[in-house]
Every structure is written in C-alpha cells, then in structure tokens.
Nanobody
C-alpha cells in the first residue's frame, strides 16, 4: 500500500512562490517514477514535473525555468518549488507515484495565483 500526503498549497499573488511537499509511505522502494501533475477547472490533468524511472527530472515546457522538483530520500518526500507563479498556474496539484504500473495519487493541493 502506497500513501501520498501533500501539503503546501494556497493563495499567492502573481510573481510569488510556493513550495509543495509530498510525503510518501508504504512500500514505495524509491522516489523514482514520482512527481507532480495538475488539473485546472475544465481541463485535463497534465504532467508538471517528475523524477523518471531512472531518477532524472522532466518538466512541462510551461514551467521550465520556474519550477523545480527535488527530493529528500531520508524523509521519503518529494518537493515542488514554484517560482514566478502566473495566474495560469492555478490548479489542483496532485502528487503521483507509479509502482509496478499502478498510479497512486495524493489528495490534491489547491494552488491559486491571483491578485
């Protein structure tokens, strides 16, 4: 059983920063194949940033240079540092872990970028 618990969402003004955290528990084995998705109202869920199965990082073009994914293996936690936030970044952000072909999801964290 894999459990993902997110924290760190909120309301921020354009140009501001937020950091999301995702604490993983259970038989996750590693923090590879783990990352962040987001879903805005009326839109499909999209990949934001992830650690691939080999441990490298991958980012959506829309967040490159602004968002950074990182991890603390000792704490089984993955982070998403979001800088220079834009109104179009407003969405529910979900932590994701893929294990043996199965997707596990966090509960979702609302990020709202508005003045």
């Amino acid at each position: 059983q894999v459990r993902l618990v997110e924290s760190g969402g909120g309301l921020v003004q354009p140009g501001g920063s937020l950091r999301l955290s995702c604490a993983a528990s259970g038989s996750i084995f590693s923090l590879n194949a783990m990352g962040w998705y987001r879903q805005a109202p009326g839109k499909q869920r999209e990949l934001v940033a992830t650690f691939t199965r080999t441990g490298s990082t991958s980012y959506a073009d829309s967040v490159k240079g602004r968002f950074t994914i990182s991890r603390d293996n000792a704490k089984n936690t993955v982070y998403l540092q979001m800088n220079s936030l834009k109104p179009e970044d407003t969405a529910v952000y979900y932590c994701n872990k893929v294990l043996y072909g199965v997707d596990y999801w966090g509960q979702g964290s609302q990020v709202t970028v508005s003045s």
